[in-house]
Structures are given as structure tokens and as C-alpha cells.
């Protein structure tokens, strides 16, 4: 699976900080629960941060420091859980952000989790298989003091995929003496992996896609969808929505984007992406554009699938989709945000959107600890269920508290962290 595929977007360097950005959302959210002030301090703050500065053996021979982050927002409901991703831009006040989103993100879909995010500021394009593989094993040792089944269990993100866990299980595993899987998800099968695992954030894309189609009365076959970001995620919500009969029109990746009104030959697409490393140069574009041009085609559906603070007050009133689904975290400032409602167009928010990864995550860290493993059949099914039911539960909060699918989302899993809380007490 295509994961060094990402959108790096000129106009995200000089965005909103994206942990402000959730703690006004996580605000905006207590207000309306009128959630105890005491809560409140407690839950707008990460838990615990951690920075490790190492040294890594780099291929000519000479020693280079890497500077990487483990955040753990929250630990209230169970292990904290979340990925770790590895880019030139990462920042702590990034991975804090991405450690209280996955926070909501698991209590939405009810997983028994807390929050976690974990990051390396490096260039994987820049590094050998080599680099890459004694960076990890030297970060993964870094973070042993935090990471565990029973404490924080990391996964894929930003540029890192299954070979990067296999690294991860095996260096922690070694440390022990013994084989850990379950200390870490998105491992490949041959080591405790999942059936379904690498799909499953498209896969629960697809499944909120549709269920916003059909409270929008929008029909997926008349329905037009641009993606920006065809790494994991934004590839395979392409090819599932593909299947299901919407007209996928435009798509991007770090080198650019391309588009043809009538509708893209997605699986040939992923062939061409395969065989080349990027979407340009595809046969069946009608033309080329950039990322910020393909964030206001006149499409019904848009799906950022790459990285933060992809629409913010310069650009959100030009967006023309009327359903914006949020496949990467934090694409939306609340700046944005409120031009969106303000504007009718519907946004399902990332916490939601794309909970469909750390779900079948849970499946997986489930079968590792039990040793007993399922079918796809069943993953996918059980996949499905949850994120309708979460579907449905933050559509009702909205329609209750007259406000956005956010806030709905955010009032469900922040009462659901804040009573856990609240009944646990204070310690000591
Ligand atoms: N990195 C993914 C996310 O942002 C998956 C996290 C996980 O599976 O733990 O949701």
C-alpha cells in the first residue's frame, strides 16, 4: 500500500497551530455539555508529552540526531492508542493535536481507548530503506518506556505503513526476550496483523460517505467526489467509492492533482500510481491541477485525505461541494468551520470520518491478545456496524443541540471521556 504519498500543501506552512485548533473545538464542545469547569482543565490538556533526541547510523557511515514525539492525551477508558507519523513538519504541538483528536476519535466510536500520537521530524523521501529502518528501531527503542499492549499501542500514519510496525513489534519484542504483537496495529498478516487492516480507514470512509448521501437525499450515482491525498487512505476511499457507483472526477498527491469531469478510471488510476509514484502523467486526465485548485472544483463531495489546515478562512467560502468528508485529521480550522455552516455545506468531521483505521486496529490488538484470529467477512462487517452506529449517534447529538456533525461527535465522546472520568475521582 502507497503510504510516502502525501500532500504537503505550500498553504499549510503558515496555518493555524492545530493544537489550538482542538482545544477551541474541545471548548466549544464543553459549552454546550456544560461540562464542570475542573473537567474541563483536565481534559483541554495532553497527559503526558515526550520528546526523544537520537542518533541514528546514516548509510555513508556519519551519525545524524533525530528529534521524536510520543503525546499521550488521554488514558481515562483504556491504553492510549494512535499513530505515529514521520514528516519534515511535524511538531509537538501537532502530535498534541492528533493525541486529543484520536482521544475523541476512539471514545466516538466507543473502542476502549484513550488518545496517543506519536511523530519523527524527518524527510522519508530523503532517507534508504536502511536509514529508514535504523531510525525506527532507535525511536521505537526511545518510546519503550511509554509503548505496550496494556499502555500505548502505536499504528501507521503520515508516511509510515506495515513494514514500519513489523520494525517497531520486532525491536520492542526483542527488548523483552519474547514476541509482543500486540504492542503495536497494522503489522502484516504474517506477524498478527489484520485482515482488512490496511483498508479499513477507507472502508469507513466509504461507509460515512454513504450514510451522509443518504440523509442529503444525494444519489452516490449521480454524485461527483474529488480527493485530495492518494496515499492509504485517499487511494482507497477512491476505489470504494468507485465501486459503489459515485463519479470520482479529480485526485492529487504531493506532485499535484489531476481531473476529468467525466469521471476517472479509478482502478486503472491505481495501476498507473502504482507502476509511476504519482497520479500525473495518468492517460485518463483531461487536465492537471493543483492542490488548492482541486479543493474548489464544482464537485457534490470532497474528501481531504492528506494533512492539516486544508481549509481555512481564505479558502473555505470558495468551496463549492456541498458534503466535505474529512479523511485526514484536522483539515478544517474553525475559522473555516463556521463559513462551512454558515454556508449549508455539511463537513463529517474527522473524528468520525476516519475512525474506520483505529477500529480495525482495536479488531486487531483484540485477536493478538486472544491468539485468535477472523475472517474479512467479519472484520468488514463489524467495521461497517460500528461506524453507522457512531454515524447515527452524532447525527442525533447534532439534530439535538441544533449544531454541527463536529460538535455532535465532539459531545459524544467528550461526555463519554468526561464521565469516565468523573467517575474514576481524582487521585490520589
Ligand atoms: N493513524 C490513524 C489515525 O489517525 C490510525 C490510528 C490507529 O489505528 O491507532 O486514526
Known amino acids: 500500500m502507497a503510504s510516502n504519498v502525501l500532500t504537503a500543501g505550500a498553504e499549510a506552512a503558515e ?24 473537567l474541563r482543565q483536565v481534559l483541554r490538556e495532553v497527559r503526558r508529552e515526550f520528546t526523544v533526541n537520537f542518533p541514528v547510523r546514516m548509510d555513508d557511515g556519519s551519525i545524524r540526531v533525530f528529534t521524536g514525539y510520543r503525546v499521550q492525551h488521554n488514558l481515562t477508558r483504556g491504553p492510549a492508542k494512535g499513530g505515529i507519523r514521520y514528516h519534515p513538519q511535524v511538531s509537538l504541538d501537532e502530535v498534541k493535536a492528533l493525541s486529543m483528536w484520536m482521544t475523541w476519535k476512539c471514545a466516538v ?14 524527510d522519508p523521501t530523503q532517507l534508504s530503506l536502511q536509514e529508514l529502518e535504523n531510525l525506527t528501531r532507535r525511536y521505537a527503542s526511545e518510546i519503550s518506556l511509554l509503548i505496550g499492549p496494556e499502555s500505548d499501542i502505536p499504528a501507521p500514519d503520515v508516511n509510515t505503513n506495515q513494514q514500519t510496525m513489523a520494525w517497531i513489534m520486532d525491536t520492542i519484542s526483542m527488548e523483552k526476550g519474547y514476541s509482543v504483537p500486540a504492542t503495536v496495529t497494522g503489522k502484516p498478516l504474517s506477524i498478527g496483523g489484520s485482515q482488512g487492516r490496511p483498508a479499513a480507514t477507507g472502508r469507513g470512509v466509504m461507509v460515512v460517505t454513504l450514510e451522509a448521501c443518504r440523509r442529503m ?50 482502478p486503472a488510476l491505481l495501476e498507473h500510481q502504482r507502476t509511476t509514484g504519482k497520479v500525473r502523467g495518468f492517460a485518463g486526465a483531461r487536465e492537471e491541477i493543483s492542490n488548492s485548485a482541486l479543493l474548489e472544483l464544482p464537485v457534490h463531495i470532497l474528501i481531504p485525505a492528506a494533512l492539516e489546515n486544508q481549509f481555512t478562512m481564505h479558502n473555505a467560502a470558495r468551496v463549492q461541494a456541498k458534503l466535505v468528508v474529512e479523511a485526514a485529521n484536522g483539515p478544517t480550522t474553525p475559522e473555516a468551520d463556521d463559513i462551512f455552516h454558515q454556508r449549508g455545506v455539511v463537513v463529517v468531521p474527522d ?5 474506520g483505521g483505529v477500529t480495525v486496529s482495536y479488531f486487531e490488538w483484540v485477536q493478538d491478545l486472544q491468539s485468535f484470529f477472523w475472517e474479512e467477512s467479519e472484520i468488514n462487517q463489524r467495521l461497517t456496524r460500528i461506524m453507522e452506529q457512531a454515524y447515527h449517534q452524532v447525527d442525533d447529538l447534532a439534530q439535538q443541540h441544533r449544531t454541527t456533525l463536529r460538535m455532535g461527535a465532539y459531545c459524544l465522546a467528550v461526555k463519554r471521556v468526561a464521565d469516565a472520568t468523573a467517575v474514576r475521582g481524582i487521585y490520589p
Do not use: M, W
Open 217 to 266: 437525499g444525494l444519489d452516490p450515482s449521480q454524485a461527483t467526489v474529488a480527493i485530495q491525498g492518494f496515499g492509504n487512505v485517499g487511494s482507497v476511499s477512491a476505489e470504494l467509492l468507485h465501486g459503489q457507483g459515485f463519479k470520482v472526477v479529480a485526485v492529487s498527491d504531493v506532485f499535484g492533482g489531476i481531473h476529468n469531469p467525466d469521471g476517472l478510471d479509478v
Open 351 to 355: 473524528i468520525l470520518a476516519n475512525a
Open 109 to 122: 466510536t466507543n473502542l476502549p481507548y484513550g488518545g496517543a500520537k506519536g511523530g519523527v521530524i524527518c
Open 15 to 38: 496555518a493555524a497551530n492545530p493544537y489550538e485548533t482542538a482545544q477551541r473545538q474541545f471548548d466549544q464542545a464543553a459549552a454546550i455539555l456544560d461540562l464542570d469547569p475542573g
